[in-house]
């Protein structure tokens, strides 16, 4: 029988019958080659000996299963000195010596696996018209061949996370080929200490600021220089910035406390530029004013029924709100009020600061205002404009220059504008950064140390670390001095990752992979799995 195109068995093979029974496909294939390659000595051999049947499972075909029953034969080996004297023919081509299954279904099937892992993949095989388990999958991941490395000069390494905060698995990673090479089970030092020491043509080992991979880079690799991640350093100084930035900012907040006499309350305090929202419109003052009365209705009324001796759990029943909603309202003793929706961005927030200026110098005319921010590129509406006037004529709006609309900022808030670089800020933000480092004089050192450091690292002058490191100890500032301490305890690394231009960057990003791998596998089966599929990711 003429055998289909679309279904190809090979050379020496003959397709002999074809039928179906219910829902599968069955072949039945002869070896037509007139001799074999014995499997020891690899000599052809004619004389033949018997034959017998193999049964094996092959790839689905229009939907349908199919099964191949395989017409073997067995030959007499001819060679004197062999000690293999029968052997089976080999069908290399088509399935394995021993295999149940032919070797394009295996391969199908790890692919399936390395995709989606063992059930998500047996469950996806059946779709495709191929009955499998789990565990067949999962066997033809393991059986997979994981070739040594070989050659690694330029090292990357970081850890990954099997439990968040517990335990930790080590992701290498050969940083001029761009790929996992391996996957160790814990971060241990001396697990990577004796990685390292396997390789002895590395050059460079690209680490984070862990006291682990450093020790383990000293030890398996001291050949190496060490390079201490950019970004981890940077992610370092921002910490630093933003403890000295939450000291300050409270010192300043309680001496603004002890002046007043009291704390500042929202309707003392003028509302900053960032905060500048416009008028809601009669509809939503409405709206507001009737959810106010409701809620002060609801109030009275679980007051009235506290008074006839109901519990809290029966006033919440009744009045359809949760027991946690009336216990708040009877420790404060007032009714809730209503509580402003969180500012959403708009395409004016860009040009508020210059419409602001523009109303200080006098400026009253919002239709020449909303003209000239227009030709600035402003494409909103003139009655967005006259809506922000608006709410300008009733609310005292500033451009945060002073220091009781400082004291207002988060340390969080703050430290974004004292790393970004200063062409990045918008005018709003300029402004509010020149506020800060005036107010007090200990920011306007940090800014200063900050930002020398951030050029340093963006053009990579490590040489001026070690100036900048005196200049951060002559500046008292004790945060600043926490950080440069820490630095000089891994100052060559430092130096290293400020002056070459090798980074971890795109280990972060193979981590990523690796967790989204584990997450797949629903953190149910064990590191030399997830070793497989990393190491053979299609």
């Known amino acids: 029988m003429e055998i289909p195109q679309f279904f190809p068995l090979g050379e020496g093979l003959e397709l002999a019958q074809m039928e179906q029974q219910g829902d599968q496909l069955v072949l039945h294939v002869t070896a037509i080659s007139p001799s074999a390659l014995c499997p020891l000595c690899q000599q052809p051999a004619t004389h033949l000996h018997s034959r017998y049947r193999r049964v094996v ?46 070797t394009r279904l295996s391969e199908a099937l790890q692919t399936i696996g390395l995709a989606t892992c063992g059930r998500l993949g047996a469950r996806l095989a059946a779709h ?7 565990m067949t999958i999962v066997r033809r991941i393991m059986a997979l ?6 050659h690694v000069e330029c090292l990357g390494i970081d850890d990954f996370a099997f439990r968040r905060g517990r335990t930790f698995g080590t992701v290498v990673v050969d940083l001029d080929a761009h790929q996992i090479i391996d996957l160790l089970p814990d971060r241990q030092a001396d697990t990577a200490a004796a990685w390292m020491a396997g390789h002895p043509e590395i050059t460079h080992v690209s680490r984070d600021r862990g006291a682990e991979y450093a020790s383990a880079a000293s030890t398996g690799a001291s050949q190496a220089i060490q390079i201490a991640d950019r970004f981890h350093v940077c992610k370092n100084l921002s910490e630093a910035v933003q403890r000295l930035l939450a000291r300050v900012l409270t010192e300043l907040k309680e001496a603004s406390q002890k002046a007043d006499g009291k704390a500042h309350t929202p309707e003392e305090t003028a509302v ?20 106010r009365a409701e809620r002060d209705a609801r109030y009275q009324q679980a007051v009235s029924l506290h008074e006839q001796g109901r519990s809290i759990k029966e006033i919440a ?37 210059y419409v602001l200026k523009r109303w200080q110098e006098g400026e009253r005319n919002g239709t020449r205002l ?35 609309q400082i004291i207002h900022y988060t340390s969080t808030a703050a430290v974004c504008l004292f790393m970004r670089p200063p062409d990045k800020l918008e005018e709003g933000e300029r402004m509010d950064l020149a506020a800060l480092r005036r107010v007090h004089p200990d920011l306007e050192t940090a800014y200063r140390l900050t930002q020398d450091f951030l050029q340093m690292l963006r053009k990579r002058e490590g040489e001026r ?45 193979h981590v990523t992979r690796v ?17 497989q599929r990393v190491l053979h990711r299609i």
């Not at 061949?145 to 070989?150: F, I, R």
Request: glycine share 6%.
């Open 145 to 150: 061949p994981t070739p040594p490395v070989e």
């Open 128 to 134: 495709l018209g191929i009955i499998t388990s789990w």
């Open 57 to 102: 499972k092959d790839l689905p075909c229009a939907g349908r299963q199919v099964k191949l029953i395989l017409s073997v034969r067995k030959f007499f080996c001819e060679t004197a000195d062999c000690v293999r004297k029968v052997f089976t023919e080999r069908l290399p081509h088509l399935v394995a010596p021993w295999a149940q299954m032919t």
């Open 465 to 509: 670390l070690e100036s900048w490191l005196t200049q951060v100890h002559d500046s008292d500032l004790p945060e600043l001095e926490s950080f440069a301490h820490g630095v000089e305890q891994d100052q060559a690394a430092v130096q290293a990752g400020l002056t070459l231009p090798i980074n971890n960057g795109q280990v972060e990003g």
């Open 317 to 353: 029943c009744q009045l359809r709100v949760s027991e946690r909603t009336v216990r708040h309202w009877f420790e404060r003793g007032v009714a809730p009020d209503t509580r402003p929706r969180r500012k959403r961005q708009s395409d004016f927030d860009p040009y508020a600061p």
């Open 370 to 404: 909303w003209e000239e921010i227009t030709a600035q590129g402003y494409p909103g509406s003139q009655r967005m404009v006259y809506r922000f006037l608006k709410t300008l004529k009733k609310t005292e709006v500033k451009l945060a220059a002073e220091a009781h």
């Open 515 to 531: 967790k989204l791998i584990k997450r797949m596998m629903y953190g149910k089966a064990g590191f030399a799995l997830l070793r």
């Open 272 to 291: 900053s530029v960032q905060e500048w929202r416009p008028t809601p419109g009669e509809q939503v003052e409405r709206t507001i004013a009737i959810r």
